[in-house]
T-cell receptor, first 111, second 111 residues
Framework: EDQVTQSPEALRLQEGESSSLNCSYT??????LFWYRQDPGKGPEFLFT???AGEEKEKERLKATLTKKESFLHITAPKPEDSATYLC????????????FGEGTQLTVNP | NAGVTQTPKFRILKIGQSMTLQCAQD?????MYWYRQDPGMGLKLIYY???????DKGEVPNGYNVSRSTTEYFPLRLELAAPSQTSVYFC??????????FGQGTRLTVV
């Protein structure tokens, strides 16, 4: 059974204090690993897809990396507007595009 | 281009009542999904569809039903509502093997 575990559950940072969120996964035949951002009362918003170990993608202050067992979402010099819940999800080669989600990391960035 | 539109945004149901959650997308995506999100939890797949006339069960299908007569619409039916169905429901769509786009969600309370 596919499993996705995110840590920490919650993270509180000061503005400008860089950190990383972790997503460890167990899946047979990873097709892709996805990062989404979710604001309160909203639906998840797509950030990145990673397909193979060693791959990295960047967007503004966010950088996602992938190994064979886990992914990291690095946040550099965060701002209060980066506060959100960050969700990690995987798809399996044999299950098409169906996403298996982790429970998310709730990030709060204080000014 | 509205993306994925869900209605209603909020609903309170009494135990045993039925309702249909509506989902429409204007991106001509073949793949559509219904997820539920309980507090502090990741999203869990209820049902999905790979095209008009084709639907299949996800991880937590009990108590729900779906139909897909057109590409645009993918309604979710709740029969005999139970308190365990209190949740936030998200509809999503995607083109083949790309990222999923989510609606804003329907917050359902069963009392």
């Amino acid at each position: 059974e596919d499993q996705v575990t995110q840590s920490p559950e919650a993270l509180r940072l000061q503005e400008g204090e860089s950190s990383s969120l972790n997503c460890s996964y167990t899946v047979s035949g990873l097709r892709g690993l996805f990062w989404y951002r979710q604001d309160p009362g909203k639906g998840p918003e797509f950030l990145f897809t990673l397909y193979s170990a060693g791959e990295e993608k960047e967007k503004e202050r966010l950088k996602a990396t992938l190994t064979k067992k886990e992914s990291f979402l690095h946040i550099t010099a965060p701002k209060p507007e980066d506060s959100a819940t960050y969700l990690c999800a995987v798809t399996q080669e044999t299950s098409g595009s169906r996403l298996t989600f982790g429970e998310g990391t709730q990030l709060t960035v204080n000014p | 281009n509205a993306g994925v539109t869900q209605t209603p945004k909020f609903r309170i149901l009494k135990i045993g009542q039925s309702m249909t959650l509506q989902c429409a997308q204007d991106m001509n995506h073949n793949y559509m999904y219904w997820y539920r999100q309980d507090p502090g939890m990741g999203l869990k797949l209820i049902y999905y569809s790979v095209g008009a006339g084709i639907t299949d069960k996800g991880e937590v299908p009990n108590g729900y039903n779906v139909s897909r007569s057109t590409t645009e619409y993918f309604p979710l039916r709740l029969e005999l509502a139970a308190p365990s169905q209190t949740s936030v429901y998200f509809c999503a769509s995607e083109a083949y093997r790309t990222e999923a786009f989510f609606g804003q969600g329907t917050r359902l309370t069963v009392v």
